[in-house]
């Protein structure tokens, strides 16, 4: 079996398992590489100023510190488990944000707003 695989050009890795000839192509691309690179710089954190940083809803459970910019650029929210807090996603809907609420262990939100449904 091994044969065959190294007739059409695979090789075997570092890591014992079979690497073939597209594969090796992918990896060796200068594309991939400046893709895996570009994935890497969005993953790595941002240190941001508290100037750039707001708490919006509740001060304890329930109210998150996010960048404004994440906030004015957004259009859309999907929030999972509100239990009896839904501060954030009502001031992200005074807003204008659009969104959905998830929370499997309550009936209904504790506060409605037009711009937010509810799922169970």
């Given at each position: ?16 398992s079979i690497t073939s000839p597209q594969e090796l ?96």
């Amino acid at each position: 079996m091994l044969v065959l695989y190294k007739k059409r050009g695979s090789i075997i890795n570092r890591w014992g398992s079979i690497t073939s000839p597209q594969e090796l192509e992918i990896q060796r691309s200068p594309r991939l590489g400046e893709r895996a690179r570009s994935l890497v710089q969005y993953l790595t954190p941002t240190i941001l100023g508290l100037e750039r940083l707001k708490r919006y809803g509740s001060i304890a459970d329930g109210g998150y510190v996010i960048p404004i910019n994440a906030v004015n650029n957004s259009k859309f929210l999907i929030s999972g488990g509100i239990e009896t807090n839904n501060e954030f996603e009502i001031e992200l809907a005074n807003l204008g944000i659009i969104g959905v609420q998830i929370d499997s262990s309550i009936d209904s939100p504790p506060n409605e707003h037009e711009n937010l449904s509810f799922t169970r």
